[in-house]
């Protein structure tokens, strides 16, 4: 009977899902256009996976404000924020304007040019646990270099990251398939891993005593993003850095995204401070941007005036686009008020969120903190990866088609990271589609998810 009813709700969200995607096909034909002309160059037509789903993606032309348009003229709320790289939406004019200065003074240069000691002093000031910094190019890079650093200056091997962890395509961790496996991606650095369980401190601690000596670092993000949008407890993060500093392993916190939760990241807010802390996205102002810094002590050993200097070369790591534009935007735009008012709206939309479902009585989750929000179509309480292992793919596809439709733009897998031209108003939008969308499913996705 279970099972028949199993089946009855997916043939539902089934039918459900192919209509919603006929219509997205017969609606965007000019992005479907795109798709066909991109696979003939690059795999699946893209150079970004996580920008992908089926049947393809909308082909985004333009953006102003906190709107993006496809390339058949339809005008979408953002609330993706290119994956909170776009915190600062999408014209904003302190930003525009250090980058047309940058422009008109040249590319390239070759040496130190005026902005990038400014920013360093700007991160530095911002973020309490960053004594010095250095710039990469993606948060990719500053992950390894930060990992990469820990090995060296411990000369040990191992590091420790939580299960389902994103810290950049080379450090890319999924569910494991079988115990004992770390779900880690064939293209990640050959390092040796092992897994922590977020928020589980008796799981995570048991795995910590069996490496004790050979652990290098332990990396974690204190709130989890592409793993969901989800909060680590303070607690856990407190043991973390309790345990590292008895057993001589680096803490590193990955705030690549979280930087962005409060004036000074969340080792600002929560005031546990890691040895080094890796930073992306948004603080290039709009532009390629990673970056790694932390304690003085070990971030020396980067200074090539020393004979033991480890080296940090990168033709772009101080490129006077990123370096202007991150400068007028850490130190002008995403100032210490306007984090504090961007992230108190995630969490009223949060909240509006789980409100509607609670009130359709669909078991739909909205987690995160501030402005990064994730979505989890699954029964029960969510707080570590392994609570949305069971979550239905087919709801959130219907729920991403659906908001689409409405004229919000978020990501498929669930993601949403607000920018800061976002208003009360596109809020209470969003809110209405939700509901919407619950009121109109409740029943297939009620059967569907399970409750
Ligand atoms: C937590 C975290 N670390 C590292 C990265 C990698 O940054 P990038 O995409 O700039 O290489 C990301 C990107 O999404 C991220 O979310």
Not at 60 to 79: K, M, N, P
Not at 166 to 191: E, I, M, Q
Request: charged share 20%; proline share 6%; net charge negative.
């Amino acid at each position: 009977m279970a099972e028949a009813r199993a089946q009855h709700s997916n043939l539902n969200l089934d039918h459900a899902l192919a209509e919603a995607e006929s219509r997205f096909i017969d609606g965007n034909a000019a992005s479907l256009a795109a798709f066909t002309h991109a696979c003939e160059g690059m795999p699946g037509g893209t150079t970004r996976n996580v920008l992908y789903y089926p049947p393809f993606p909308l082909n985004i032309v333009r953006g102003e404000g906190a709107r993006v348009w496809d390339a058949d003229g339809h005008a979408y709320t953002d609330w993706l924020g290119d994956m909170s790289a776009g915190l600062f939406g999408h014209s904003n004019p302190e930003i525009r304007a250090a980058a047309e200065e940058a422009l008109a003074a040249g590319l390239t240069l070759g040496g130190p040019n005026r902005y990038e000691a400014a920013l360093a002093e700007a991160v530095c000031s911002r973020f309490p646990a960053i004594e010095l910094v250095r710039f990469t190019n993606s948060g990719s890079e500053g992950s390894y270099m930060a990992i990469a650093t820990a090995r060296a200056v411990t000369g040990r091997p191992k590091v420790m990251v939580m299960e389902s962890a994103y810290h950049g395509g080379h450090f890319t961790f999924g569910r494991p398939a079988a115990p004992g496996g770390d779900g880690g991606s064939p293209l990640n650095v050959p390092f040796e891993f092992v897994l922590g369980q977020l928020n589980d401190w008796p799981a995570t601690e048991a795995v910590l005593a069996a490496h004790g000596d050979s652990l290098a670092a332990v990396v974690v993000e204190p709130v989890m993003g592409a793993g969901g949008c989800l909060p680590a407890d303070p607690d856990f993060l407190q043991a973390l850095r309790d345990w590292t500093t008895a057993h001589g392993s680096l803490l590193v916190f990955d705030e690549v995204m979280t930087s962005r939760l409060a004036p000074g990241g969340m080792q600002g807010k929560l005031g546990i401070h890691p040895d080094l802390t890796v930073l992306g996205k948004w603080i290039g102002g709009g532009f390629s941007f990673g970056g790694f810094g932390g304690r003085a002590d070990i971030m020396a050993r980067f200074d090539p005036r020393r004979p033991d200097a480890l080296s940090a070369s990168g033709t772009f790591n101080n490129n006077v686009m990123t370096m202007a534009a991150g400068l007028a935007g850490l130190t002008r735009v995403y100032t210490p008020d306007r984090a504090i008012e961007v992230n108190a709206r995630g969490d009223r939309l949060r909240d509006a969120l789980n409100a509607e479902a609670a009130a359709a009585e669909v078991p739909f989750r909205f987690t995160g903190a501030g402005s990064l929000i994730g979505i989890h179509p699954v029964a029960g309480e969510v707080r570590s990866p392994r609570d949305t292992y069971g979550r239905s793919d087919q709801a959130l596809a219907l729920y991403h088609l659906a908001m689409l439709e409405a004229g919000h733009y978020l990501a498929r897998r669930g993601y949403m990271a607000l920018n800061i031209e976002l208003t009360d108003e596109d809020c209470a939008a969003l809110t209405a589609a939700t509901r919407a969308f619950l009121d109109r499913f409740a029943p297939a996705l009620r059967e569907a998810v399970g409750s």
